[in-house]
């Protein structure tokens, strides 16, 4: 069974660009989440999707960065404009239920953000 | 709001065993997990304990968990080369709607 996929691996912009970022879950889970992890940090949570409604995004800075869900299968980050402080890995993950007790959250491998 | 500290940084020799400490604030967790991250990789579930046990045993891996002192660790017996990587504290409350909150990351290195 193919894991959390994330594209790209590594971007490199410049500052005042936008761009983006894409995930698309394990088959068959429901919730996809964002975090951002910043050097030498553990991962913070920017947004969680409930299928295709955002039920948590209260981390999520709403004046550059957006998100969407779709169709409640993959999922697009955006930053528009990227600022020097954005240089950090950005992980999605999935989870299958997010109902049960016990829910286990499957990392991808993050996309590596530089701005220059 | 939730906190989770862990120490930055652990040395041992290859074969020993490995204690990483996690402390934690919030009284109404419910799951606690021990994350590893390799360099360039994503975050690999290692184990996990609910709140209302105090130890739990996966092979060479011994979570501790004292919920009075809201304290977590991660014993890992035999300590290999291929145990060298940073391990994540996180855990997830009541109400959180799972969301993990994850402490800062004790990078573990193992010589030989």
């Known amino acids: 069974e193919a894991g959390v996929v994330q594209s790209p691996r590594y971007k490199i912009i410049e500052k005042k660009q936008p761009v983006a970022f894409w995930c698309n879950p394990i088959?068959?889970?429901?919730?996809l989440y964002w975090y951002l992890q910043n050097l030498g940090q553990g991962p913070e949570l920017l947004i969680r999707?409930?299928?295709?409604?955002?039920?948590?995004d209260s981390q999520l800075p709403k004046d550059r960065f957006s998100a969407e869900r779709l169709k409640g299968v993959d999922s697009t980050l955006k930053i528009q404009p990227a600022e020097l402080g954005d240089s950090a890995v950005y992980l999605c993950?999935?989870?299958?239920?997010?109902?049960?007790?016990?829910?286990?959250?499957?990392f991808g491998p993050g996309t590596r953000l530089t701005v220059l | 709001g939730e906190d989770v500290e862990q120490s930055l940084f652990l040395s041992v020799r290859e074969g020993d065993s490995s204690v990483i400490n996690c402390t934690y604030t919030?009284?109404?967790?419910?799951?606690l997990y021990w994350y590893k991250q390799e360099p360039g990789a994503g975050l690999q579930l290692l184990t996990y304990?609910?709140?209302?046990?105090d130890m739990k045993q996966d092979q060479r891996l011994t979570v501790l968990l004292n919920k009075k002192d809201k304290h977590l660790s991660l014993r890992i017996a035999d300590t290999q080369t291929g145990d060298s990587a940073i391990y994540f504290c996180?855990?997830?409350?009541?109400?959180?709607?799972?969301?993990?909150?994850f402490g800062t990351g004790t990078q573990l290195k193992v010589e030989l």
């Open positions: 993950a999935s989870s299958p239920n997010a109902g049960a007790a016990y829910n286990e959250q499957f």
């Open positions: 088959s068959g889970h429901n919730t």
């Open positions: 999707y409930e299928n295709e409604e955002a039920v948590d």
């Open positions: 919030d009284s109404s967790s419910t799951y």
């Open positions: 304990i609910f709140s209302n046990m």
């Open positions: 996180a855990e997830t409350s009541t109400g959180g709607g799972n969301k993990l909150t």
